[in-house]
């Protein structure tokens, strides 16, 4: 069983930055592949990128690719992502993820807004 908190979500100008958190509860986090994903209005969710147990192996979607980093520190049971150069496109709620077959994971979800 794991529980995802998200955080760090908001509104930011084209251009600006922001940082997310989530928090997973349970000793396991560290050694599952995790992932960010984010869902638009009237879009599907899609991955954003993901990040394999040890940290070292990482997956980002086309569209984010130099803009946005993935990182994990596993002695505090935490995931980020750093996003910068956001754009109004990056617009959507954030959720973390993660597969513990047969179960798929995800927690509540942070809004994103990029708007001047």
């Known amino acids: 069983q794991v529980q995802f908190v998200e955080s760090g979500g908001g509104l930011v100008q084209p251009g600006g930055s922001l940082r997310l958190s989530c928090a997973a509860s349970g000793s396991i986090f560290s050694i599952y592949t995790v992932g960010w994903y984010r869902q638009a209005p009237r879009k599907q969710r899609e991955l954003v990128a993901s990040?394999?147990?040890?940290?070292?192996?990482?997956n980002y979607a086309d569209s984010v690719k130099g803009r946005f980093t993935i990182s994990r520190d596993n002695a505090k049971n935490t995931l980020y992502l750093q996003m910068n150069s956001l754009k109004p496109e990056d617009t959507a709620v954030y959720y973390c993820?993660?597969?513990?077959?047969?179960?798929?994971?995800w927690g509540q979800g942070t809004q994103v807004t990029v708007s001047s």
């Open positions: 990040i394999h147990s040890a940290g070292g192996v990482t």
């Open positions: 993820n993660t597969v513990i077959s047969p179960r798929t994971f």
